[in-house]
Every structure is written in structure tokens, then in C-alpha cells.
């Protein structure tokens, strides 16, 4: 965990939003929080790192749509019926 141009013990008991800093592999301080009164689960933290990890790109969303939709019959009828009539 970084603290760029902080004093870590500044924030000691406050809820923080940080950025994962892929190059690092940490976190770094972006600001406090201070719309919110109970910080995120545990569960919910692991999930987004998980989520971090895996790395999914805009390109990989839209292979997967495209795949999804391929394999369905509902999109197969509608684009043959919009083809050939």
C-alpha cells in the first residue's frame, strides 16, 4: 500500500479508495471516502482483485458476446429472417 504525497498514519480509521498499480502489484491511495460510513466487505474486496487479475479487455467482451450470440438460435432466426426475408 503507497501513499504518494500522504502520510499514511493520516488516514489511520478512515475508509480509503485505492487503485490497483498492476506494475507494483499494490495499492495505491487515491482519496478518502467520506460519502460512505462502513467500508466494503472482505468478500467483496477479493472479488475485485480477482476481477484485477483478470485482466479481461474490452476485446475479450466482445469476442465473448459474439460467440454467445452465434451460438444462440434466437439471434441465428432473427439474422436469417432479416437476410432472406
Not at 21 to 34: I, L, N, P, Q, V
Not at 40 to 47: F, G, L, M, R
Not at 55 to 73: F, Q, R, S
Request: charged share 30%; with cysteine; proline share 4%.
Amino acid at each position: 500500500m503507497t501513499f504518494p504525497n500522504e502520510d499514511a498514519a493520516q488516514h489511520n480509521g478512515q475508509i480509503i479508495e485505492c487503485s490497483w498499480d498492476a506494475k507494483h502489484e499494490s495499492w495505491t491511495y487515491m482519496r478518502e471516502r467520506r460519502d460512505k460510513a462502513t467500508p466494503n466487505a472482505w468478500h467483496v474486496y477479493e472479488k475485485v482483485l480477482q476481477s484485477i487479475k483478470d485482466d479481461i479487455t474490452p476485446g475479450h467482451l466482445v469476442e465473448y458476446i459474439k460467440k454467445a450470440i452465434e451460438g444462440n438460435d434466437i439471434y441465428a432466426k432473427a439474422k436469417d429472417k432479416l437476410l432472406h426475408g
